[in-house]
């Protein structure tokens, strides 16, 4: 059992989870707030805590979103589409697929369950890793899970194309009442061990002929290589988001209590014997006692006026724009302008860089989920994807007109017009019999001129 395979989960783990975990946590709304002084959290720190505007997981559902598999093809379609039902394939490619956009890598595990029967189960970015065979990049040479179990020890396996291997640290990775694990003293051959203490043996064969994960990268640098976050150029413009949410809120909880000043203030004055200097006393403003600034001149009290909100407002439309334009999808589709919602040809013209990017991530991944099903014992199995951009119901039923007019068989047109193939049968059978009817009609006529067709009334 090469113990130097876990050495580099291990060394991949510490390098990438921070990442991933910053992604997820912009997703969720666990925002970092950098511009944020000590001072500042501890004054507003509710604000701080509660307060947000989370821009990140509208921008990575709007791409997601649209990755559906409508159908799969090939000669193990049919047995594809009662896999997908039967092991709830749908939901972990769905998931995979969120977990690509979201931190730039998302992994399937092709495993036996507890029927003894290959399924598939989903895993974080920060849960899996691997690497390639050296002289083809489109293999796996080793896939590797890594996580703390629930008494505190780090565990690893590696998966290789005719086995798995099972290991266990010698000591724990996260110690009792710790916050999170430590894997930096699990970077040597002698912190770890092989692991059965399930009962389960420690090296598990199996019969797959290639190394059973699927990594589902976004936008990869290199062929086979890792992915990169959707959410990368969007964390710098969140936190200016959420600055200028928080200047809003700050302003309103300052300015909330009517501020006045003392006009006529006459502060008293003293003399430093050592220079000598005159001293004059501030009439400082004490939060907890009272609201007023003391200036010196005539007249009674003036009450201050709150700073105009309305520059505030506009820079954090400007913000909630730069996010919409950084990642290519419609402002609206952030910020949701009920006057000013496109459709249709204008939507796609908005859209037009998201559905690109969508339609390159379908065609990136397409052989990937045909190996999935291959692993599920499903050969030549590919999924078709949704139209990222399809049409509005007026546009369908404009172009399925056009192209009767030009000659097109109805067969061809009414699944453009989204009917299921049931509907399809029926309406043709239908449509046959109407013209059935008509040319035994004409006929009649033809026979005996008599005969009046249905038309003729």
Not at 260 to 279: C, E, F, R, S, Y
Request: with cysteine; charged share 25%.
């Amino acid at each position: 059992m090469p113990v130097s395979d876990v050495l580099s989960a291990v060394k991949d783990h510490i390098e990438r989870a921070p990442g991933y975990d910053l992604y997820r946590d912009y997703e969720h709304g666990d925002h970092k707030y950098p511009y944020a002084s000590d001072a500042y959290k501890k004054k507003f720190g509710w604000i701080v805590r509660q307060a947000r505007l989370n821009a990140c997981y509208t921008v990575r559902s709007n791409f997601t979103d649209l990755v559906q598999i409508q159908a799969w093809s090939g000669a193990g379609a049919e047995k594809a589409d009662e896999v997908s039902q039967a092991l709830d394939v749908d939901q972990v490619v769905d998931l995979a697929v969120n977990e690509a956009w979201r931190c730039g890598d998302g992994y399937i595990l092709v495993w036996p369950g507890e029927d003894g029967k290959p399924r598939p189960w989903y895993h974080r970015a920060d849960q899996a890793g691997f690497l390639l065979e050296p002289a083809d990049p489109s293999r796996m040479r080793v896939a590797w899970k890594i996580w703390v179990d629930t008494d505190g020890y780090g565990r690893v396996n590696t998966y290789y194309p005719d086995r798995a291997e099972r290991w266990v640290t010698v000591a724990k990775v996260r110690p009792e009442g710790a916050d999170g694990a430590s894997w930096e003293n699990a970077q040597n051959a002698e912190a770890w061990a092989p692991y059965a203490g399930d009962g389960e043996p420690e090296v598990q064969p199996h019969q797959f002929g290639r190394v059973p994960w699927v990594h589902i990268p976004f936008d990869a640098e290199t062929q086979g290589g890792h992915g990169r976050s959707i959410l990368r150029d969007v964390i710098a413009p969140q936190d200016g988001l959420n600055h200028t949410v928080h200047a809003i809120l700050s302003n309103t909880e300052w300015y909330g209590k009517v501020v006045a000043g003392l006009l006529n203030h006459q502060p008293d004055t003293t003399i430093n014997p050592q220079t000598g200097k005159v001293n004059e006393s501030r009439l400082d403003l004490d939060e907890t006692r009272n609201s007023i600034f003391g200036f010196k001149g005539a007249g009674p009290l003036v009450q201050l006026n709150p700073p105009n909100s309305q520059n505030l407002i506009a820079v954090k439309r400007d913000w909630h724009t730069d996010i919409a334009n950084t990642v290519g999808i419609p402002v609206s589709d952030v910020v949701p302008d009920l006057g000013n919602i496109p459709s249709g040809a204008a939507l796609r013209v908005l859209a037009s860089r998201r559905t690109a990017t969508v339609r390159s991530f379908n065609r990136a991944v397409r052989g990937r989920l045909s190996t999935l099903m291959e692993l599920l014992g499903v050969p030549d199995a590919w999924p078709e994807f949704m139209d990222p951009a399809p049409q509005d119901d007026t546009e369908r039923l404009t172009n399925a007109q056009a192209r009767l007019d030009m000659g097109y068989p109805l067969a061809e047109v009414l699944p453009d017009l989204g009917e299921t193939p049931d509907d399809i049968v029926r309406i043709l059978e239908a449509v046959s019999a109407e013209q059935a009817a008509s040319v035994a009609a004409f006929r009649a006529r033809q026979e005996d001129p008599g005969v009046m067709g249905s038309g003729d009334a």
